[in-house]
């Protein structure tokens, strides 16, 4: 079933009307007609729609009734330290699956990518659209935010400040599983939950033990070193299955 975006006051007296691109995509592409059936989010609510009317500039849409939520029920978001190449937009796309509420490009010590003003407002632009892809295909209810570049200082005061109340720095320093399961098993009380990713050269020390100072808890992801495309999804995946009863 086709899924469309809308804010909420694009919602009212029992009718969805959507504007924009989407109206094009609606009548060109998928050539959509009245009665068809489709998937409205809007304000973290889905709504299952039948097209009324279509014009050039509009979809009129009426709702039939409201569907369950697809998104967990802690917000998890991803501070994640700018890879080489095009690797952030594999990341973007399989957070988003995954469930993630926003993604935060975080300008590290040992990244080796450094964005000019310019180049970081096309990227991001060119970022939240492949966010708004994958949250259609993916079925979530929301649009995750992409938010704009930090520093690692910058990202770490976030913390306090937008009350993540689990913090996780995966470390390839750090031993053991004890830490991750005791973590991990935490997850379930958490309503916001940071999860901090270096780049290829992984996290100076000294950012570490600034993450720590801000009790940001370093755990393991196992014996094995994990690229930072990898690293971030490990820890996504393993904490959806959490949220969603899965372990």
């Not at 029992?14 to 489709?38: A, S, W």
């Not at 998890?76 to 399989?94: A, C, H, R, T, V």
């Amino acid at each position: 079933m086709h899924h469309f975006f809308v804010e909420p006051e694009q919602i009212r007296d029992g009718q969805v009307r959507i504007t924009g691109p989407d109206v094009n995509h609606m009548k060109n592409v998928l050539r959509m007609r009245p009665g068809e059936e489709f998937l409205v989010s809007g304000g973290g609510n889905d709504l299952l729609c039948a097209v009324e009317s279509l014009d050039a500039e509009s979809v009129v849409a009426r709702i039939l009734g409201e569907q369950p939520s697809r998104e967990l029920p802690a917000g998890i978001w991803l501070f994640q330290g700018l890879p080489k190449s095009d690797k952030m937009e594999l990341i973007i796309q399989k957070a988003v699956e995954l469930g993630a509420a926003g993604i935060i490009p975080v300008a590290t010590k040992n990244a080796v990518v450094k964005l000019d003003a310019k180049k970081e407002e096309s990227r991001l632009r060119r970022w939240q659209a492949i966010a708004e892809s994958a949250a259609k295909q993916s079925k979530r209810s929301l649009v995750p935010e992409i938010g704009r570049v930090l520093s690692f200082k910058e990202a770490v005061a976030r913390m306090d400040r937008d009350g993540f109340n689990l913090r996780l720095i995966p470390y390839e320093n750090e031993r053991g599983m004890e830490a991750t399961r005791e973590a991990f098993a935490r997850a379930g009380e958490a309503k916001r939950i940071a999860v901090f990713i270096g780049p290829e050269g992984g996290f100076d020390e000294a950012e570490v033990n600034l993450a720590r100072s801000a009790d940001i808890l370093p755990v393991s992801l196992g014996k094995r070193i994990l690229r930072t495309e990898t690293a971030g999804l490990a820890v996504l995946a393993a904490l959806m299955l959490r949220l969603e009863g899965g372990i």
